[in-house]
T-cell receptor, first 111, second 119 residues
């Protein structure tokens, strides 16, 4: 079983739609959680951190449920430029703070 | 902001040759660098953690004699793929941490990646 699991998609939505991605992680001692965005053939870029209380950054809302070991990302009012792969990332709890990446969920926003 | 330069961005080589990829932190000292590999439509897989002045720590299943990592200075880490074969073709990405005590995502900067194709 993968340490971080995501639905690969693709999610194909019209502009303006709301879309939600889910992610589960298996290591209950994981400390920190993040969503990254990766465009085709590019390096991943940090989109936002995920806090226990939930957090929002503009059109993006992230939620964390430690009891269920579940993370979500909600995108409201989708833009064409949101088309990318969204990676769920977990900080493994050991001395070197390694990041463990999910395989990503692909989003396609159509006009 | 912090910038990490990775070179070359793309390399094509013949089977059996060795390829070196450089990762440089341009405006900060990187005490820790991480090397990832990503196959098409798959996630980034951590290969090794590189600490300046010491031996790299390799993840399970990654051959240290195959993937040589050198972190000789606070601004440069190199990954050498020795005797490359077609199955080594992949996207290799480095990341660098500005903070010795915290390598969480909020202090990590990624290089733009190096796409290796082995013929």
């Amino acid at each position: 079983r993968k340490e971080v699991e995501q639905d690969p998609g693709p999610f194909n939505v019209p502009e303006g739609a709301t879309v939600a991605f889910n992610c589960t992680y298996s290591n209950s001692a994981s400390q920190s959680f993040f969503w990254y965005r990766q465009d085709c053939r590019k390096e991943p870029k940090l989109l936002m951190s995920v806090y226990s209380s939930g957090n929002e950054d503009g059109r993006f809302t992230a939620q964390l449920n430690r009891a269920s070991q579940y993370i979500s990302l909600l995108i409201r009012d989708s833009k064409l430029s949101d088309s990318a792969t969204y990676l769920c990332v977990v900080n493994r709890r050991d001395s070197s703070y390694k990041l463990i990446f999910g395989s990503g969920t692909r989003l396609l926003v159509r006009p | 902001g912090a910038v990490v330069s990775q070179h070359p961005s793309r390399v094509i080589c013949k089977s059996g040759t060795s390829v070196k990829i450089e990762c440089r932190s341009l405006d900060f000292q990187a005490t820790t660098m991480f090397w990832y590999r990503q196959f098409p439509k798959q996630s980034l897989m951590l290969m090794a953690t590189s600490n300046e002045g010491s031996k790299a720590t390799y993840e399970q299943g990654v051959e240290k004699d195959k993937f040589l990592i050198n972190h000789a200075s606070l601004t440069l880490s190199t990954l050498t793929v020795t005797s490359a074969h077609p199955e080594d073709s992949s996207f290799y990405i480095c990341s660098a941490s500005r903070d010795r005590l915290n390598s969480g995502a909020n202090v990590l900067t990624f290089g733009a990646g190096s796409r290796l194709t082995v013929l």
